[in-house]
């Protein structure tokens, strides 16, 4: 038997975005300093989006982070190419970021440095990362 409900269903369904309010840590002083809302705390998912490895922490959802496997090895051309794909896939699951822009890319040594401004819904936040390529 299934429940019965008042709910009247057949004007549709209307979808509310929630606040994007956060708990904003402060990286000079490693500590939480209060809370903040959108730009601001957009700017700190992109920062801990691209610092934290996909599936190695089970403190994250598996669609959390940036995959760093197999990169490691790799000609530079391909690792910059494969990184900003990867950049791209772990935005998607955030509904605030709309996508990458300005992606660039240098190799020095063993390390590719990348730079790139993420579009949010909020405003555009530049990003950079570091990749170890042996």
């Known amino acids: 038997m299934l429940p019965k409900s008042d709910i009247d269903l057949s004007r549709g369904v209307v979808f ?3 606040p994007t309010l956060t708990w ?3 990286p000079v002083t490693r500590r939480v300093r209060g809370r ?8 700190q998912a992109v920062e801990i989006i691209v610092h934290v490895e996909r599936f190695k922490w089970q403190i994250y959802t598996p669609n ?9 090895g790799n000609e530079p051309g391909f ?4 990184l900003q794909r990867r950049l791209v896939d772990a935005f998607l699951p955030d509904n605030r970021i709309l996508g990458i822009r300005d992606f660039t890319w ?3 040594g063993v390390s590719l440095s990348a730079s790139f401004t993420v579009c949010t819904v909020f405003g555009d936040v530049p990003s950079s990362l570091e990749v170890e390529l042996r």
């Open 106 to 108: 240098s190799f020095s």
């Open 79 to 82: 690792v910059a190419s494969e």
């Open 36 to 43: 903040g809302d959108g730009w601001e705390a957009i700017r």
């Open 64 to 72: 959390f982070g940036i995959d760093y496997e197999g990169l490691l």
């Open 24 to 26: 904003i840590a402060d």
């Open 16 to 18: 509310q975005d929630q």
